[in-house]
């Protein structure tokens, strides 16, 4: 028998993958939240406890497993995450992103479940390529071409996966404190040198190393809602590889805040 345990943080898509999975997967599954926003303690998760996770992982024959929605990763739990490797396999400390990822991916191994993103489950969460809300606009191959060349040189350092840009020049870049702190810089930057409302873009990719594990990057209504707040008029994501939360609320907000919002590859 096989039994999913999806695990949930913040946000949007958090909200929307509880909802997807609910909706249509079919065998048997539980919600534990990575937060401790649950009001039923047994519901609730540490992920940042290697070995408490595991033997919860066990106890409660989960064979599958899916982490999804936001978490504030703190040093101590990177560094509590990234030890398991140390101790247990002689590994390099590696509290990146990516070292996150490996580490995780050896705890599922180790509590013997499979591990999948919610792309996976879910496949009408991604974002196609094309036109996919918001206005249609007509832009110039070459020029997407280097907003999505300069956002991935940027996500290849593990710093962030989305960029604001002006033209095809870059304005600011989405650092530890995610696409909203980005978006609120952004908006800031745009009254102070005099940036045209509409004119900014932005431009969302996957890390060139993500595999999906934990979120590939993602928008959803309180995207349109700060991106119209900040004057930025077209989303740019990578077609295949982002996530849309809400998709019904997000096109309806696009078309309101007329953003076009397009997927690119």
Same mark, same amino acid.
């Given at each position: 028998m096989t039994k999913l345990a999806l695990l949930v943080g913040r946000g949007d898509l958090a909200n929307a993958a509880q909802q997807a999975i609910k909706a249509h997967y079919d065998g048997a599954y539980c919600v534990w939240s990575m937060v401790g926003e649950s009001a039923d303690e047994t519901k609730n998760i540490d992920v940042g406890q290697p070995l408490e996770l595991i033997d919860r992982l066990r106890a &409660?024959?989960? !064979?599958? =497993?899916? +982490?999804v929605g936001n978490v504030d990763l703190s040093p101590q739990?990177? %560094?509590?995450?990234?030890?398991?490797?140390? $101790?247990?396999?002689?590994?390099?400390l590696d509290v990146s992103d990516m070292g996150l990822e490996t580490a995780y991916r !050896?705890? +599922?191994?180790? %509590?013997?479940v499979d591990i999948k993103g919610i792309h996976e489950l879910?496949? $009408?969460l991604l974002a196609l390529t094309g036109d996919i809300a918001g206005p249609?606009? +007509? %832009?110039? +191959?070459?020029?997407? $071409?280097?907003?999505?060349?300069? %956002?991935r040189s940027i996500a290849r350092t593990d710093l962030g996966q989305s960029v604001v840009f002006h033209a095809t020049r870059p304005i600011a870049a989405e650092d530890a404190l995610g696409t909203d702190s980005l978006l609120s810089r952004a908006k800031e930057i745009a009254d102070r040198i005099r940036i045209t409302k509409g004119e900014m873009v932005l431009v969302k990719?996957?890390?060139?190393?993500?595999?999906?594990?934990? &979120? =590939?990057? !993602?928008?959803?209504?309180?995207?349109i809602e700060m991106c119209a707040d900040a004057g930025i008029g077209a989303i740019v994501v990578e077609g295949g590889k982002c996530l849309i939360a809400e998709r019904e609320m997000f096109s309806k907000m696009a078309e309101e805040h007329k953003i076009s919002v397009v997927g690119w590859g």
């Open positions: &409660d024959g989960i !064979t599958t =497993l899916c +982490a739990l990177r %560094a509590n995450v990234g030890k398991y490797l140390v $101790e247990h396999y002689q590994g390099k !050896t705890i +599922a191994k180790d %509590a013997r879910i496949p $009408e249609s606009i +007509a %832009a110039k +191959a070459s020029d997407v $071409e280097q907003l999505i060349r300069v %956002a990719v996957a890390k060139p190393q993500q595999s999906g594990l934990g &979120d =590939l990057p !993602t928008i959803g209504p309180r995207t």
